[in-house]
């Protein structure tokens, strides 16, 4: 009886320089090519989630490339486990292949799928696929891990200039996939999705873009950002293909916002309680003031101050929100309302399209101070500073505040001096706490 490898893909949804994908093609099996949606996963979103409209379009993007050779990517819904199981009696499986993923959840997920594959003799593949640099592989010399970005960028890139970065050409291998047109497909309706109101992502990725990085990403007006955040969250695009481009120009900049991405995955593998905790215990004592009515006026974007409103407002409609903006608007929340950083990390997990687990609760943590940050707690982001230094034009705030400078505009929720002071006072009492 001829055998089987599945290939399960996960965030890594392209054919293309796909680690895992080229090894499964390269074996001598017929790889039957699997999407899982995750109920354990999908039970958990709005039922107008843009992200469940990226995935099947990227999916349909693989379905179009692998066209000349009639494959096409199963489309199954269900928990891992209860669909794996399915599959297994459906065909004469010898093993089942995909590329690794680091956040909790998947780690305790595919611990799962190994066990129930094991028992039934099946082989489990993970291949590194969505970082240059995992786990443990980026460490100091005493083998811990780096807990400040700066000297964790150091060793990252020593290690970087003496590797000889490969590529793994899987599509050239797409004659090996099974091409019988019996695997299911999947809509947004059968789903229990409706169709969402936020656009669907686009990014630019090009020389231009990564040579000016630095002297333009601060200003949100600009739109200067190359937007690949949702594309490396769901593996549209090839992370080594990305860093060898972002490398090769003179200006590093860029190629530093990469490595932030790979620091805070490691941060989180080796320190896992921080998705619930902060990173610094004695901050888990500051006591939060959590007032409902305050959150709701900043998620809204009303909170008075015009930078802090523009960006939440360019959140809700597009899922998407500048970076310098982010660092203002979270500190806002933390610091100046003294509603606790979890929230925030919770309302942005639900509305950006490149959530990252790893990268959110580790900038939200920055934010609040109570991360690997090496930065003191008393940096407080003033939000009318802010505003001269990076949209003295208004042309920001003009887009998603067209209405700042009128008389309907909300009063600012709170007194910048009264926050800063109140927010000291706090986090001092919790720090001085026995």
Same mark, same amino acid.
């Given at each position: ?10 965030? %890594? ?32 979103? =709005? ?15 693989? %379905? ?11 489309? $199954? ?14 065909? =004469?499986?010898? !093993? ?5 993923? $680091? ?10 799928? !190994? ?15 969505? +970082? ?12 811990? /891990? ?52 936020? #656009? ?10 990564? %040579? ?19 594309? @490396? ?34 941060? @989180?593998?080796?320190? #896992? ?32 101050? /015009?930078?802090? %409103? ?14 310098? +903006?982010?660092?203002? +608007?979270?500190?806002?929340?933390? !610091? ?14 639900? !509305? ?8 959110? +609760? ?46 309907? $505009? ?25």
């Amino acid at each position: 009886m001829e055998k089987y490898t599945l290939f399960w893909f996960r965030r %890594d949804l392209r054919i293309e320089d796909n680690h895992g994908l080229y090894k499964a093609l390269s074996g001598k099996n017929k790889v039957i090519p699997i999407f899982i949606f995750d109920s354990n996963i999908l039970e958990k979103l =709005p039922k107008r989630d843009a992200r469940i409209e990226f995935i099947l379009s990227a999916l349909g993007a693989i %379905d179009i490339a692998m066209k000349r050779n009639r494959c096409i990517v199963g489309r $199954y819904h269900g928990t891992p486990k209860a669909v794996l199981e399915k599959l297994l009696n459906q065909w =004469p499986i010898e !093993k089942v292949v995909c590329n690794e993923d $680091y956040e909790p959840y998947a780690l305790q997920r595919d611990q799962e799928i !190994k066990n129930l594959l094991k028992e039934k003799g099946i082989g489990f593949e993970q291949y590194k696929d969505q +970082v240059i640099f995992e786990k443990d592989e980026v460490v100091k010399e005493d083998g811990t /891990p780096y807990k400040v970005y700066t000297p964790y960028s150091r060793k990252w890139l020593s290690h970087f200039e003496s590797l000889t970065v490969k590529l793994f050409p899987s599509e050239e291998l797409i004659d090996r996939c099974y091409n019988e047109n019996n695997l299911p497909t999947s809509s947004l309706s059968e789903l229990g999705f409706s169709e969402s109101l936020v #656009p669907q992502p686009k990014h630019v990725f090009n020389d231009t873009l990564i %040579d000016e990085y630095e002297a333009t990403r601060n200003f949100p007006y600009l739109d200067k950002t190359s937007r690949i955040g949702t594309a @490396l969250r769901f593996g549209t695009i090839s992370v080594r293909k990305a860093v060898l481009k972002a490398a090769a120009r003179s200006n590093p900049t860029f190629l530093k916002e990469l490595i932030w991405r790979e620091f805070f995955m490691q941060i @989180l593998w080796h320190f #896992p309680h921080t998705i619930k905790d902060s990173f610094k215990p004695q901050y888990d004592r500051i006591e939060w003031r959590n007032d409902e009515s305050d959150f709701k006026k900043w998620c809204a974007g009303e909170t008075g101050y /015009p930078l802090v %409103d523009a960006g939440m407002r360019e959140l809700n409609e597009t899922g998407f929100m500048h970076n310098r +903006v982010r660092m203002l +608007v979270g500190s806002f929340l933390c !610091k100046h309302l003294l509603i606790d950083w979890r929230w925030g990390e919770a309302y942005f997990a639900e !509305k950006l399209l490149d959530y990252e687990m790893s990268s959110n +609760v580790g900038n939200w943590q920055w934010v609040a101070g109570c991360g690997v940050d090496a930065a003191p707690y008393f940096r407080i982001f003033n939000p009318m500073e802010q505003i001269k230094k990076f949209d003295k034009e208004f042309r920001y705030i003009k887009k998603w505040v067209p209405n700042f400078q009128e008389i309907d $505009y909300p009063e600012p929720i709170v007194d910048h001096k009264m926050a800063r002071e109140r927010c000291l006072d706090t986090y001092k009492a919790a720090l001085n706490a026995v």
